[in-house]
Nanobody, 123 residues
Framework: EVQVAESGGGSVQAGGSLRLSCAAS????????MSWFRQAPGKEREGVAA???????NYADSVKGRFALSRDSAKNTLYLHMNSLKPEDTAIYYC?????????????????WGQGTQVTVSS
């Protein structure tokens, strides 16, 4: 069973930065995709950023230029660097992982999910 665990959430003022980490126990490091989704109160879950093991990345328009992914393939760890945070970025952030290539932000493409970590941005 693949385990996915996030860490690094917290509270920050608008304009600040946070880094989220996600560790996934995937067995095939050259054939995987990992991503971040978020869900704000009363809103649907949305894809934020994704990367596959070939290095292809995909970002939601709402975070382009502010968020960036990095990945330590040897550790199967994914990082989400969040800069210039806005109150509308407040949400529970979920890490998702699966086997296969393609940096999709389509949630059904991911079989393994973490429990989520809260990010709160105050104005």
């Amino acid at each position: 069973e693949v385990q996915v665990a996030e860490s690094g959430g917290g509270s920050v003022q608008a304009g600040g930065s946070l880094r989220l980490s996600c560790a996934a126990s995937l067995d095939a490091p050259l054939n995987t995709r990992m991503s971040w989704f978020r869900q704000a109160p009363g809103k649907e879950r949305e894809g934020v950023a994704a990367i596959d093991s070939s290095g292809v990345t995909n970002y939601a328009d709402s975070v382009k230029g502010r968020f960036a992914l990095s990945r330590d393939s040897a550790k199967n760890t994914l990082y989400l660097h969040m800069n210039s945070l806005k109150p509308e970025d407040t949400a529970i952030y979920y890490c998702a992982a699966n086997y296969g290539l393609g940096a999709t932000l389509n949630a059904p493409a991911y079989s393994y999910w973490g429990q989520g970590t809260q990010v709160t941005v105050s104005s």
